[in-house]
């Protein structure tokens, strides 16, 4: 079984702190819904978690099955299991998605996977997401409409198997068929692998095809209350105000937000 402990996390961006003493588990088969307004620490969370160096974590660790994330470049935080899908994947142009896939899937492997193997997996991923049978050839997310990037997403995620993966708004820009052949590719890829996942997400009926086992809000870089699915239809319902009012901590308002871009699934480095 994995597990993902994150305990007393401090992050800050160019000496601005925005996480301010985090703790959270994740393990094998749970499904963690991450909500809070904009600008609060979601991504940054997620972010610093596969070690964007953008992010610098000032206190607190972070560990998969009791190693030390912290310690680890990001390939190898990869190599360990981790996953990112963004809400900005990056295009790679002259890198067709089967070169990619497959130099990613044998970066974890000590012996490469067989051609007709990969065929067979990357046929059903694709074939899972509804998305043309030409995605393989086709220079990873070059060209690609919002929508086919966030699919392409889920396809690496069903390729490369990770104990643990994030999702950051990978819904937004899905429209409501979309949204659910996403969702239904990422359940049916947590059921392969009993992986745990961590859902950024606003919107609702998204987070209800998932059904989440736990809920959390976070706030001004803290996790403020936590519960279960009916977590999401009270904020779905009633917004933040109430657990504002009732915690006392105020909402950071939104600042211009930048692409968090590690490559996807964040495995460059041994591509």
């Not at 070059?142 to 396809?155: A, C, L, M």
């Not at 959390?216 to 105000?241: F, M, P, R, W």
Request: charged share 25%; glycine share 8%; aromatic share 4%.
């Amino acid at each position: 079984m994995a597990e993902l402990a994150i305990h007393d996390l401090h992050v800050s961006v160019e000496e601005k702190e925005i996480l301010k003493g985090l703790d959270l588990t994740i393990q094998s088969g749970e499904r963690h819904a991450l909500m809070g307004p904009n600008g609060n620490g979601k991504s940054t969370l997620l972010a610093a978690i596969m070690g964007n160096p953008k992010y610098t974590v000032t206190q607190g660790t972070i560990t998969l099955d009791g190693k030390d994330i912290l310690s680890m470049p990001v390939d190898q935080r990869s190599k360990a299991g981790l996953f990112l899908g963004m809400q900005y994947p990056p295009e790679i142009s002259g890198v067709t998605n089967s070169d990619f896939l497959r130099s990613a899937i044998n970066a974890r492997r000590e012996k490469p996977i067989g051609l007709f193997q990969f065929i067979k997996q990357m046929e059903g991923a694709i074939s899972s997401l509804q998305m043309k049978s030409d995605l393989a050839h086709r220079f990873v997310n070059d060209g690609f409409s919002g929508g086919e990037k966030k699919r392409n997403e889920i396809v690496q995620m069903t390729m490369l198997k990770p104990s643990i993966a994030m999702l950051d708004e990978i819904d937004s820009g899905l429209d409501v068929d979309a949204l659910r052949i996403v969702a239904d590719a990422v359940m049916k890829s947590q059921e392969e692998c009993d992986s745990g996942l961590i859902i950024v997400s606003h919107y609702a009926r998204f987070l209800e095809y998932l059904k989440p086992t736990h809920a959390h809000i976070l706030i001004d870089g803290q996790i403020v209350a936590s519960g279960d699915a009916t977590l999401v239809e009270k904020v779905d319902k009633e917004g933040y105000e109430w657990i504002e009012e009732e915690v006392g901590v105020q909402a950071k308002k939104e600042e211009k937000k930048q692409p968090v871009s590690l490559g996807a699934c964040a495995v460059k480095q041994g591509v």
